[in-house]
């Protein structure tokens, strides 16, 4: 079975504080895809990186970054110099084959992330 | 990217009533749309996944006559919450893919539903 566990249920920090969300996951597939998703209050889902298991290469994408290790099941999420914007409901994610045609995800439980001034 | 519309953004219903929740894929075909659900505070659950031209395939613990879906065309899916009850009360949101495989989903924009 597949599952997603963010422990982190909360975190507060400053403004230009730098962040990780923690992402664990557990799955028997040996092809798989990694996604994380912000939720800001008014509750759309925002898609920020899509890793598939093949590719270990941290990425870098402005203040964002994420840290995949294969080793760990592990694919963590790091804020740089967070700021106010930045606040909003975190899911990391599991796509997991599915033979209707497409892929269902499984969703962590998602981490609150408060930046305050 | 890739857009999908869901409609209403939120509605408020009676007991009893049934309502029913689009979701578009504006600017590509989706053969396949997936319908989550989210209580307050909470992570987003599947529901069903939805296949153009054929049944849903629901989720264990779903029930398929009180949830409707339909898939009638590659760009459109609904959800139709039937008889609804003030414990279906939720944030419900669909997604689309791009194509097979494990590409990038595409959610709505969501819709609170309130059975008062």
């Known amino acids: 079975a597949q599952k997603v566990t963010q422990a982190q249920t909360e975190i507060s920090v400053v403004e230009k504080e730098d962040v990780t969300l923690d992402c664990v996951y557990e799955t028997r597939d040996t092809t798989y895809y990694l996604f994380w998703y912000k939720q800001p209050p008014s509750g759309e889902l925002v898609f920020l990186i899509r890793?598939?298991?093949?590719?270990?290469q941290n990425e870098i994408s402005g203040r964002y970054s994420w840290n995949f290790q294969k080793s760990t099941s592990s694919f963590n999420f790091t804020i740089t110099a967070s700021q106010v914007v930045d606040s909003a409901v975190y899911f990391c994610a599991l796509s997991e084959p599915y033979t209707g045609g497409g892929n269902k995800l499984t969703f962590g439980t998602g981490t609150q992330l408060k930046v305050e001034l | 990217g890739a857009v999908v519309s869901q409609h209403p953004s939120w509605v408020i219903c009676k007991s009893g009533t049934s309502v029913k929740i689009e979701c578009r894929s504006l600017d590509f075909q989706a053969t396949t749309m997936f319908w989550y659900r989210q209580f307050p505070k909470q992570s987003l659950m599947l529901m069903a996944t939805?296949?153009?031209?054929?049944?849903?395939?629901?989720e264990q613990g779903v029930e398929k006559d009180k949830f409707l879906i339909n898939h009638a065309s590659l760009t459109l899916s609904t959800l139709t919450v039937t008889s609804a009850h003030p414990e279906d009360s939720s944030f419900y949101i669909c997604s689309a893919r791009l194509g097979q495989g494990n590409t990038e989903a595409f959610f709505g924009q969501g819709t609170r539903l309130t059975v008062v």
């Open positions: 939805s296949n153009e031209g054929s049944k849903a395939t629901y």
């Open positions: 890793r598939n298991s093949f590719d270990e």
